[in-house]
């Protein structure tokens, strides 16, 4: 099985550009996740779908957005840039997503997409 | 916010050493995920361990939990060189939050 892919891998985007990241899950997953990866911050949480619904947003602006497709695909967009949303941007993929209750599933990670702001 | 922090954050030694990396988590949890992270690259799955789970072994990979402690380890036995790399713990805190939530990582470096 292919693995989870995102694209585009690098990106140059200058302060109040939007930009838009892509993320394929595994086939068969039907639960993505978006984090934020920072030097300062660390890898934080942004949003989780599953079946076109977000289930989940972490705490971050109304900037930032995404949505997921009836293939499962999944886009995010950051509007109107600012410098310190220079980050790698990370995507996974589940079969069900994270449940209470006691279902956990592995969420498998894409190679990031590294965005620069400038 | 941070729910796990690891200790140590850096953590250097000699290729067939061992490695041990711990990681503390501060809500009850569904289950505890350890990954591993080349320089700034997507990061991989290593072992999950559930919360009813004390140890679980994968390879040369041993983690155990100590949910009274809220506390866990990664020992990385025999270590390569291509052992080096950031490891983070991720936690999946109980209430279906439909998230993960990571500690700042632990730096190894494994030295030929």
């Not at chain 2, 990061?43 to 072994?57: D, P, T």
């Not at chain 2, 209430?95 to 993960?100: D, H």
Request: glycine share 10%.
């Amino acid at each position: 099985k292919a693995g989870v892919t995102q694209t585009p891998r690098y990106l140059i985007k200058t302060r109040g550009q939007q930009v838009t990241l892509s993320c394929s899950p595994i086939s068969g997953h039907r639960s993505v996740s978006w984090y934020q990866q920072t030097p300062g911050q660390g890898l934080q949480f942004l949003f989780e779908y599953f079946s076109e619904t977000q289930r989940n947003k972490g705490n971050f602006p109304g900037r930032f957005s995404g949505r997921q497709f009836s293939n499962s695909r999944s886009e995010m967009n950051v509007s109107t840039l600012e410098l310190g949303d220079s980050a790698l941007y990370l995507c996974a993929s589940s079969l069900e997503g994270l449940a209470g209750g006691g279902l956990s599933e592995t969420q498998y990670f894409g190679p990031g997409t590294r965005l620069l702001v400038l | 916010s941070q729910q796990g922090e690891e200790d140590p954050q850096a953590l250097s030694i000699q290729e067939g050493e061992n490695a041990t990396m711990n990681c503390s988590y501060k809500t009850s949890i569904n289950n505890l995920q350890w990954y591993r992270q080349n320089s700034g690259r997507g990061l991989v799955h290593l072992i999950l361990i559930r919360s009813n789970e004390r140890e679980k072994h994968s390879g040369r990979l041993r983690v155990t939990l100590d949910t009274s402690k809220k506390s866990s380890s990664l020992l990385i036995t025999a270590s390569r060189a291509a052992d080096t790399a950031s490891y983070f713990c991720a936690t999946d805190r109980a209430g279906g939050y439909n998230k993960l939530i990571f500690g700042a990582g632990t730096r190894l470096a494994v030295h030929p």
